[in-house]
């Protein structure tokens, strides 16, 4: 698909970092792991700055990384396992309805679902509420609309195929894919839908883009941290800290050492068979709570640091290229760990 692109000056004054209240959308796989929840309470308990004005289901499918193994139950509820990305995009639904009743606020008009099913290799739009709402909001509104995007892009990519003048209109802040440094952006929420990602990358759109590894990854949640900061201060902070208290098991901490071979392929040339003869014995426990950064950003500029690069060329294999005559979005290349959870522990144990 080729857009018509804006000059790289207008781009980059969208990309200037915003002061006052911003009109803001959060879309979503909130039922996906743990870190989506504390995002959208924390942006629901940020009347100062963000004023909230939906919420977007996002589509995701997480049963390929257990393929040949019949999970129970339970191990389904551990996983919060979604066996296609229309039934992740439903149980997200209703995790982002939970989450306003547990904040005390109401969800009417304000919770919309998304896409069920990816973009997809022939880049047309997937049709629902979530991207019929996100035009409207976008094109009707006063000011620049900002997208906390906190998964899989399809639901963004498709509205500005619907309708690609809704670029001038919004900024997308996004935790997706890997540093631009490293050979490959694989990454959960980008490999989903890699054309849904080419469209973002391509279209023009202002971008804020947090890579996942060496950004994100620094925003590690403790035990003690949980239990002393989460647990019984509020409704929301006691659900959250045991939900993550959840994770706290021996198979799922097993995986922690298994997202180095997935997150960051290429970057490690220890042979296998010497890598076995050195087992991990102890952990000291902690848990990425990815998806707050895109919610920090906007927040505080203080608690990041970004900059303008071109934007990327993504492969359909999800290699980065890069081309300086591209234009520009904002990238992020460190998180201020302590400042972002100092201010998240405070608003979530508000009752």
Not at 14 to 35: F, M, Q, S
Not at 87 to 100: A, N, P, R, T, V
Not at 102 to 108: G, P, Q, T, W
């Amino acid at each position: 698909m080729i857009f018509n692109i804006p000059s790289h000056e207008s781009i980059a004054e969208k990309l200037r970092y915003p002061l006052g209240k911003l009109r803001t959308v959060i879309d979503t796989d909130a039922y996906n792991e743990v870190d989506d929840q504390f995002a959208i309470a924390w942006a629901l308990r940020s009347p100062e700055r963000l004023a909230v004005e939906a919420v977007y289901a996002a589509p995701y499918n997480n049963a390929f990384f257990f393929q040949g193994r019949e999970l129970s139950e339970e191990e389904k509820r551990l996983a919060h396992y979604a066996a296609s990305p229309a039934d992740g995009m439903e149980q997200s639904y209703h995790e982002i309805i939970k989450l306003f009743r547990l904040l005390k606020m109401e969800s009417a008009g304000k919770v919309f679902r998304g896409s069920a099913s990816y973009i997809g290799g022939a880049g047309k739009a997937v049709e629902s509420e979530a991207a019929q709402d996100l035009v409207r909001r976008a094109m009707e509104g006063e000011g620049l609309l900002y997208v906390l995007a906190l998964g899989a892009i399809t639901n963004v990519a498709s509205a500005i195929v619907m309708e690609p003048k809704i670029t001038e209109k919004i900024v997308v802040v996004w935790l997706g894919g890997q540093p631009l440094s490293f050979s490959s952006g694989q990454e959960f929420n980008l490999l989903q839908d890699v054309p849904a990602a080419q469209i973002l990358f391509d279209s023009g759109t202002p971008l804020v883009l947090i890579p996942c590894m060496l950004a994100a990854s620094h925003l590690t949640l403790t035990a003690e941290e949980m239990k002393t900061r989460l647990w019984g201060k509020s409704a929301v902070g006691t659900y959250l800290a045991d939900m993550v208290a959840a994770n706290f098991t021996d198979a799922l901490i097993g995986n922690s050492l298994g997202m180095k071979k997935f997150y960051l392929p290429g970057l490690d040339d220890i042979p296998g068979d010497i890598a076995e003869q050195f087992p991990t014995r102890h952990i000291a426990w902690s848990r990425i709570i990815w998806d707050i950064s895109t919610v920090a950003y906007v927040l505080n500029p203080n608690w990041s640091a970004t900059r303008l690069v071109p934007s990327p060329i993504l492969g359909d294999d999800m290699t980065w290229k890069q081309d300086r005559a591209r234009h520009p979005i904002r990238y992020c290349s460190y998180v201020s760990r302590d400042h972002i959870f100092g201010d998240l522990f405070a608003k979530l144990a508000e009752s």
